[in-house]
């Protein structure tokens, strides 16, 4: 026999209802890209303007809400570099803005570590679902830049990825970093 609270979880969530979750996740990251993973929950509130109570009530801890923020974040990237190949003036225009949204995405990513330990299984499982759903998403736009002539061709997804990542790391520690300055000469460094 199925318990209630089992149908209720088993259901999918009403439009509203994901809505809902949706603004609490873009208000969460707003705040941790500003403030870091340990922002008060009454600051994320108040920018989805909404309770504590309600986002206690979609997210019991701390840790789940990261792990919300987390997966939706690189959901959204994953979504972003298809949408941005086809509505962009080039493949190369795409790449940097999908870029943009990767750097934004890392800031957040690095909080992560603060929450969960990197030995935890959890944050394993984490950062094997980064892999599975971003990697793919950067090899296609490097290659769609690479076949339209607008990038060296040479170039792996994982690499420059890393590379990307090791350029957003001086930015949890100093304040006068600017992350974003330096992914862009990097990125425009990709360019003929």
């Known amino acids: 026999m199925v318990k209630d609270s089992d149908e209720r979880a088993a259901r999918p969530k009403r439009a509203d209802a994901r809505r809902n979750e949706e ?17 008060p929950i009454r600051d994320i509130a ?25 997966r939706h974040q ?4 994953a979504e972003a570099g298809p949408a941005l190949l086809e509505s962009s003036a080039s493949p190369y225009a795409a790449l940097r803005e999908w870029i943009g949204l990767f750097v934004d995405f890392l800031v957040t990513k690095h909080g992560l570590a603060a929450v969960l330990q990197p030995d935890n299984t959890g944050f394993q499982a984490l950062h094997a679902y980064f892999l599975d759903r971003l990697v793919p998403v950067c090899t296609r736009l490097l290659d769609a830049a690479a076949a339209a ?27 006068g970093y600017d992350a974003r300055r330096l992914v862009g000469l990097l990125v425009a460094g990709l360019g003929r």
Do not use: Q, W
């Open 46 to 70: 108040a920018e989805a303007g909404v309770g504590t109570a309600t986002i206690y009530r979609h997210f019991p801890t701390r840790a789940d809400l990261v792990i919300a923020v987390y």
């Open 23 to 39: 603004n609490l996740l873009r208000a969460a990251a707003a705040v941790f890209v500003a403030s870091g993973v340990e922002a």
């Open 74 to 77: 690189v959901e959204s990237c």
């Open 149 to 175: 002539g607008e990038i060296r061709a040479d170039l792996k997804a994982l690499e420059f990825m890393r590379g990307v990542g090791n350029l957003c790391i001086g930015a949890d520690n100093d304040p």
